[in-house]
Protein backbone atom coordinates (compact mmCIF):
# COMPACT_ATOMS: atom_id res chain seq x y z
CA UNK A 1 0.00 0.00 0.00
CA UNK A 2 2.43 2.93 0.39
CA UNK A 3 4.73 1.70 -2.61
CA UNK A 4 1.08 2.91 -4.76
CA UNK A 5 1.24 6.12 -2.46
CA UNK A 6 4.65 6.70 -3.59
CA UNK A 7 4.05 6.03 -7.13
CA UNK A 8 1.52 7.93 -7.09
CA UNK A 9 3.64 11.33 -5.42
CA UNK A 10 6.13 10.43 -8.03
CA UNK A 11 3.78 10.59 -10.68
CA UNK A 12 2.01 13.09 -9.22
CA UNK A 13 4.88 15.35 -9.12
CA UNK A 14 6.55 14.98 -12.21
CA UNK A 15 3.32 15.16 -14.38
CA UNK A 16 2.69 18.76 -12.24
CA UNK A 17 7.17 19.50 -13.04
CA UNK A 18 6.37 18.72 -16.24
CA UNK A 19 3.39 20.84 -17.27
CA UNK A 20 4.95 23.68 -15.51
CA UNK A 21 7.91 22.99 -17.85
CA UNK A 22 5.96 23.14 -20.73
CA UNK A 23 3.52 26.25 -19.97
CA UNK A 24 6.94 28.17 -18.56
CA UNK A 25 8.28 26.84 -22.28
CA UNK A 26 5.08 28.12 -24.13
CA UNK A 27 5.32 31.48 -22.91
CA UNK A 28 8.90 31.95 -23.37
CA UNK A 29 9.63 32.55 -19.20
CA UNK A 30 12.16 30.13 -17.55
CA UNK A 31 11.57 28.26 -14.43
CA UNK A 32 14.28 26.50 -12.67
CA UNK A 33 13.74 23.14 -11.21
CA UNK A 34 13.71 23.62 -8.06
CA UNK A 35 11.10 26.29 -8.10
CA UNK A 36 8.89 23.90 -10.61
CA UNK A 37 8.72 20.99 -8.24
CA UNK A 38 8.01 23.18 -5.17
CA UNK A 39 4.60 24.09 -7.12
CA UNK A 40 4.26 20.53 -8.31
CA UNK A 41 4.46 19.96 -4.43
CA UNK A 42 1.90 22.62 -3.82
CA UNK A 43 -0.86 21.57 -6.15
CA UNK A 44 -0.08 17.81 -5.44
CA UNK A 45 -1.15 18.45 -1.68
CA UNK A 46 -3.40 20.71 -2.93
CA UNK A 47 -5.77 17.62 -4.60
CA UNK A 48 -4.76 15.36 -2.22
CA UNK A 49 -6.49 17.63 0.87
CA UNK A 50 -9.34 18.24 -1.35
CA UNK A 51 -10.17 14.38 -2.16
CA UNK A 52 -9.49 13.51 1.15
CA UNK A 53 -11.84 16.50 2.55
CA UNK A 54 -15.00 15.27 -0.31
CA UNK A 55 -14.68 11.77 -0.48
CA UNK A 56 -18.18 11.14 1.54
CA UNK A 57 -19.56 13.97 -0.05
CA UNK A 58 -22.40 13.95 -3.27
CA UNK A 59 -21.37 14.02 -7.09
CA UNK A 60 -22.20 17.69 -7.70
CA UNK A 61 -20.30 19.18 -3.98
CA UNK A 62 -16.97 17.37 -5.39
CA UNK A 63 -17.07 18.54 -8.72
CA UNK A 64 -17.79 22.05 -7.21
CA UNK A 65 -14.72 21.34 -5.13
CA UNK A 66 -12.80 20.63 -8.43
CA UNK A 67 -13.89 23.88 -9.84
CA UNK A 68 -12.58 25.75 -7.37
CA UNK A 69 -8.87 24.31 -6.68
CA UNK A 70 -9.33 24.46 -10.35
CA UNK A 71 -9.59 28.43 -10.66
CA UNK A 72 -7.36 28.57 -6.91
CA UNK A 73 -4.56 27.12 -9.09
CA UNK A 74 -4.94 29.12 -11.77
CA UNK A 75 -4.63 32.70 -9.72
CA UNK A 76 -1.71 30.95 -8.01
CA UNK A 77 -0.22 30.48 -11.25
CA UNK A 78 -1.38 34.00 -12.82
CA UNK A 79 0.29 35.37 -9.49
CA UNK A 80 3.81 33.50 -10.19
CA UNK A 81 3.72 34.45 -13.91
CA UNK A 82 3.47 38.00 -13.71
CA UNK A 83 6.32 38.51 -11.04
CA UNK A 84 8.38 35.85 -13.54
CA UNK A 85 6.77 38.44 -16.63
CA UNK A 86 8.43 41.71 -15.09
CA UNK A 87 11.39 40.27 -14.05
CA UNK A 88 11.65 39.28 -17.59
CA UNK A 89 10.94 42.81 -18.74
CA UNK A 90 13.23 44.56 -16.35
CA UNK A 91 16.23 42.10 -18.08
CA UNK A 92 15.54 43.13 -21.34
CA UNK A 93 14.93 47.05 -21.17
CA UNK A 94 18.51 46.76 -19.03
CA UNK A 95 21.11 48.74 -20.67
CA UNK A 96 20.78 51.78 -23.28
CA UNK A 97 18.61 51.25 -26.13
CA UNK A 98 20.32 52.41 -29.90
CA UNK A 99 18.47 53.11 -32.79
CA UNK A 100 19.81 53.50 -36.30
Known amino acids: ?9 AVGLIT ?3 FLKL ?3 FLRYSASWKISFLFAG ?20 RI ?13 VAGSSEGAARTARARCSVGPTVYD
Open 1 to 9: MIALWLMFI
Open 16 to 18: YTA
Open 23 to 25: AAR
Open 42 to 61: IMLSAVIVDHVLVVSEPMAV
Open 64 to 76: GHAVVLVLGLVIL
